[in-house]
């Protein structure tokens, strides 16, 4: 049981960490071209979003 705990828990690390440096990264672009700053914005949402729901599908993958 510890061993799965652990796989979901390195999961969310990664997904937070993912999810960090996307944001970075955003802001980094959008201080560079302040003009790209909407399309930066809608792929750093989809992004997020793909990056959570690979989170929460690794999280039911594994059966307690």
Known sequence: M???AFA???AALGGGLGIGILGS???EATGRNP???T???VISIILAALIEGIFILSA????F
Do not use: D, Q, S, Y
Not at 60 to 63: E, G, N, S
């Open 2 to 4: 510890g061993t799965k």
């Open 8 to 10: 979901v828990a390195l």
């Open 25 to 27: 990264k955003a802001a």
């Open 35 to 37: 003009g790209a700053a």
């Open 39 to 41: 399309p930066i914005l």
């Open 60 to 63: 039911f993958a594994v059966p």
